[in-house]
């Protein structure tokens, strides 16, 4: 999908100054690094948002239902998941 980039930003001069200097460091114009900063942050910022959704979902369950997992069952689970990872990074 194209894009326009038509729409000016005004950015503070001090800021444009640092993000120059970055951009320069990375080979890239300012314009597609500071494209690629507010494209990382706006999808930080909507990751966020769903991992809070999906955090206040569970806790609307977990109120609904009084379910839960022991700590003793997770701590399980994560020791599994460590000794596979071990296993697979280490092949002896």
Known sequence: MATSKTQPLEIDPQ????LGALARKQGASLA???ESVLRSYADEAERTISEHAEDESRWQRYIETGTSVSFDTVRAKLRGFA???AGKADPQ
Not at 15 to 18: A, H, N, S, T
């Open 15 to 18: 800021l444009q100054d640092r």
């Open 32 to 34: 597609d690094f500071a």
């Open 83 to 85: 000794a596979d990872a």
